[in-house]
Structures are given as structure tokens and as C-alpha cells.
């Protein structure tokens, strides 16, 4: 039997020969399979009222779809059609103060592979930034004195904060951390016959930016308050103060 298939080998050797040399011709034109396209580090930064940059990379040179909406799964789509493995997709026109969810999808440069990230189906997601509060109606009333009342509105619930002083420093403050939009804020323990500067501030909720303090408006007011004992109450006024009290970080 040893020797009949030694025979029969013999007897097949060009045809075996001729499968060796097509199967090396196969290797040769058809490339090692590279390894899988894989997308790591996916991110969401620069968020803002409007505005958020998506990141990810991937071990090849790939493009960049980012699918998101306020919808799971999300139904709004922004892509890079140029080959990279560091992704940024930027995503505009958002909603302020509004979850997102997103998914970040490649696709390498041979257009046969596709992965998809997102979150293990659960989404990745972030939320944007509230508008800022708009301020109006500020007016000072109930002065006596030692006493006044601050108040104005805001569009949104946050809290209130009156900085005052005889200067234009307004180094005193009188603050409630109660969320309303009509403040109400009573300065107490004035001088008698004295003018007192006064600005409102406006802050935001927790899960904003940095707050950002702005006057307005943007010339302080003052106040004015009684001699002891006098009985009517002096007018509010507008004067002018140094640009620098314009705003303050």
C-alpha cells in the first residue's frame, strides 16, 4: 500500500505542482485581511447652548457619521466624508438645555468594512447648555432710612443676588438662593441720608458653564436713603460708572 501511494503521487506530481502554483498566485494577488476596524475613544466636548464637537478614532483610515437627536435611537445625521483615524464631527443648530443621544459610525477607505459605536445600544449621550436668564424690570421701592427693597424678573427660575454700597465698589451683598423669576431682595442696615450704588445679578442653574456675572444694567443704579425721621422717600437715579463695572467674571 506504501508503495502504491508512492506510485500515485508520482503519478499526480504535475497536477499537485500545478494546484501549489495556483494557490501561491491566490495568496499572492489577494491581500492578508488587515485587521478589523475598530473605534475606541468616543467623546462629546466644546458643548455649548447650540453646539457640541463629537471625537472618536479608529485603528485604520476611516470616515465619520455621527447619527443624534433628542430621540433614542437618534434620527439626525452629520458625517466627514475625508479619510482619518482622528474623528471630529461637529454638530450644530442643537436645542439648549436638551439631552442628546449619539452613535459614531466608520467606514474604511475599501468601503467593505463598517463599524458602529453606540454605547452597546444604550447611546452615548450629553446634554446641552441652558440659555443664559434675561433680566428686566429692576426697580428699587420701600426706602426708608436703613431699608430698601431690590427687585426685578427674570424669563427662568434662579437665584437672586443684590452687591450694593455707598461706592461704585457695591462691595456688600444680600442674596437668596431660592429659584424664582420676581426677586425680591431687602437690604437692611443702610445709613441714614446716604446714596447707595445696587446692581442685579444674574446666575445660572448647576450643569451650565462657568457663571458668568453681568450687571444690568449696565450702568448701576442708585438709591438714595431718608434722613432719620423724614418722611419722603427719595427718587431712584441712574449715574454713570467706570466701564470696568460693566461686567464682571
Known amino acids: 500500500m506504501k508503495g502504491w501511494s508512492k506510485a500515485r503521487l508520482r503519478e499526480h506530481k504535475p497536477a499537485i505542482a500545478v494546484i501549489v502554483a495556483l494557490l501561491l498566485l491566490w495568496l499572492l494577488a489577494v491581500p492578508a485581511s488587515a485587521s478589523p476596524l475598530e473605534i475606541t475613544d468616543v467623546s462629546s466636548g466644546n458643548i455649548t447652548q447650540t453646539t457640541a464637537t463629537i471625537t472618536w478614532t479608529t485603528d485604520l483610515l476611516a470616515n465619520s457619521t455621527v447619527n443624534y437627536g433628542n430621540d433614542s435611537p437618534p434620527g439626525l445625521t452629520a458625517s466627514d466624508s ?14 439648549p438645555d436638551t439631552l442628546y443621544y449619539y452613535e459614531v459610525i466608520s467606514t474604511n477607505q475599501a468601503g467593505n468594512e463598517t463599524q458602529v459605536d453606540n ?21 428699587a421701592s420701600n426706602i426708608t432710612d436703613t431699608t430698601a427693597t431690590i427687585t426685578w ?12 454700597g455707598n461706592t461704585t465698589e457695591v462691595l456688600l451683598t444680600a442674596s437668596d438662593i431660592t429659584p424664582v423669576s420676581n426677586h425680591t431682595i431687602n437690604l437692611a442696615g443702610l445709613t441714614p441720608s446716604t ?12 450643569r451650565s458653564a462657568p457663571v ?18 423724614d418722611g419722603a422717600p427719595p427718587a431712584t437715579a441712574i449715574t454713570p460708572l467706570p466701564h470696568w463695572l460693566g461686567m464682571r467674571q
Request: aromatic letters at 12%; hydrophobic letters at 30%; glycine letters at 4%.
Open 119 to 139: 454605547n452597546g445600544g444604550f447611546y452615548y449621550t450629553f446634554t446641552t447648555m441652558m440659555l443664559p436668564p434675561t433680566i428686566s424690570e429692576v426697580s
Open 195 to 206: 446714596q447707595y450704588y445696587y446692581e442685579v445679578i444674574r446666575s445660572r442653574r448647576p
Open 82 to 95: 475625508a479619510f482619518d483615524t482622528n474623528h471630529v464631527v461637529n454638530l450644530t443648530d442643537l436645542s
Open 153 to 164: 424678573t427674570t424669563d427662568q427660575q434662579t437665584d437672586s443676588t443684590v452687591n450694593y
Open 212 to 229: 458668568t456675572i453681568l450687571i444690568t444694567p449696565s450702568l448701576p443704579l442708585y438709591i438714595s436713603t431718608l434722613r432719620a425721621g
